[in-house]
């Protein structure tokens, strides 16, 4: 699970990196997207839950983390990505866009980490 954890991680960070460019180049009126406040808010608490998941996961060997703490950070990258995907609009939700690793990585940390077979 620990693995899984810097792998979901990287995809969310890369999430992260598009959405910046995707929102530095669109235009609301006169300004980028991405000056706008809430979009900066958003972006904000992506980077926080970023910086709080590796410093949970840095250091950590097999085995060091609860499955507790486990859960709760696909948790948190899961709410991560579901929030980035949105800045995103349609072009995140598309089957060849940037929010599909994303998506499968939500899908296999649900059978992995639960064990339950995703919805």
């Known amino acids: 699970?620990?693995?899984l954890a810097w792998v979901r991680l990287g995809l969310s960070e890369s999430?992260?990196?598009t959405c910046l460019g995707y929102l530095g180049r669109r235009r609301s009126g006169d300004s980028y997207l991405l000056q706008q406040q809430l979009v900066k808010g958003t972006v904000a608490e992506a980077v926080a839950d970023h910086l709080e998941?590796?410093?949970v996961l840095a250091g950590a060997g097999p085995?060091?983390?609860s499955a507790a703490v486990l859960a709760d950070v696909h948790a948190r990258i899961t709410a991560a990505d579901r929030e980035q995907v949105k800045l995103l609009g349609a072009s995140g939700y598309l089957r060849d866009g940037p929010g599909?690793?994303?998506y499968l990585s939500e899908l296999v940390a649900e059978v992995f980490v639960t064990g339950e077979e995703p919805r």
Request: overall charge positive.
């Open 100 to 102: 599909m690793p994303p």
């Open 1 to 3: 699970m620990l693995g």
């Open 53 to 55: 998941v590796r410093a």
């Open 15 to 17: 999430l992260r990196s």
């Open 63 to 65: 085995g060091d983390l």
